[in-house]
Every structure is written in C-alpha cells, then in structure tokens.
C-alpha cells in the first residue's frame, strides 16, 4: 500500500492512549477500556474482549441506577474544576447491562476520579454499546484528580500487554 492510500488515524488513536483491565473483579473475560487523553480525562468504554460484544448478543437494558440511594443519571458537574461531580473508586459501579438473553454484567469505573458524565444515548439506543464501544457507545466521563493522573494507569494493561491476555485465553480449553 502507498503512503498516500493509508488510513489516517482516528480521533481515538490520535489523541487517546488505550489502557485495560481484565477479569474485572475475578470475572473471567469481562474487561474494560480506559481511554486516557492528554489533558487526563478518562473514557470508559467496554474493551473488545468483554462477553456483552461477542457471540451476536443483544442489550435488553442499561441501567445507572446502581442503588435505592445513587443513581449516575443524578450526577451534576459544574465549572471550570467541574465541581459536584460524583466522586468514584476503582471499583465504584458504573451501570448495569442486562442482555436479552437475561445475563446482566456490571460496568465499573476502573479508575478513581470525578464522574463527569454518563453516556444516556446507549439508554435509548443501546445498539451504540455493540456497535462503537470506543466513540459513541462509550459508558461514562471520568477526571482523575490532578496530582493522581500520573499513577493511575498503576495496575491498568497496555495495549500489547492486553494483547497478550487474550492470546493466552484463546490458547486454554475453554476461552471466554
């Protein structure tokens, strides 16, 4: 291929450093994408791997509503330090996806940081979820706080390292 027939890059490989992490909470295959920018904010996404993307399954129903007490959909930034916003764990549940075939999986925040939003689009079109996890169908916006944006990324793959992973899961008897 000549220089001039290949691909530009997208806005995500062009401004966004892909890290993982996988077996979230001992769960077998279901991994997540952190999507870093340069200027530190976080977007989560569901990474290729995860169950929710393979074998032609279907959403029934995303749902930010994670207890009687705290619903993501009630999460209100405001300003330039984006003040307000709900503040998460590594660990902190984001939603939960029910797929038709009634298995439901819980999507959490990776990273510790400000939620700064969630994605209601894939509410109403959940297809977005299966189609462009990476862009449109994103999960959620999360800042990290400043002098916490370097280290992170402690504990999260790379790319090659991720790559790695799933090698060596489709290398067992029984992959994800």
Aim: proline content about 4%; aromatic content about 6%.
């Amino acid at each position: 291929m000549e220089d001039s027939e290949k691909k530009a890059p997208s806005v995500i490989e062009r401004y966004f450093t892909r890290w993982y992490r996988t077996d979230l909470k001992g769960k077998v295959c279901e991994d997540h994408c952190i999507l870093q920018h340069s200027n530190r904010i976080c977007v989560i996404t569901l990474a290729e791997s995860h169950p929710i993307l393979q074998n032609g399954r279907k959403i029934k129903n995303i749902n930010y509503q994670i207890s009687d007490g705290c619903s993501r959909l009630k999460n209100k930034v405001s300003g330039k330090s984006k003040r307000g916003g709900q503040f998460l764990t590594e660990f902190a549940p984001l939603c939960r996806i029910t797929c038709t075939d009634e298995q439901e999986y819980t999507i959490y925040s990776c990273i510790r940081g400000r939620l700064l939003e969630v994605n209601e689009a894939i509410m109403n079109k959940p297809d977005l979820l299966l189609e462009r996890p990476s862009t449109e169908g994103y999960i959620a916006v999360i800042l990290p706080k400043f002098e916490e944006s370097k280290s992170i990324t402690e504990g999260l793959l790379t790319r090659e390292q991720y790559e790695e992973v799933i090698v060596k899961r489709n290398q067992q008897e029984e992959p994800c």
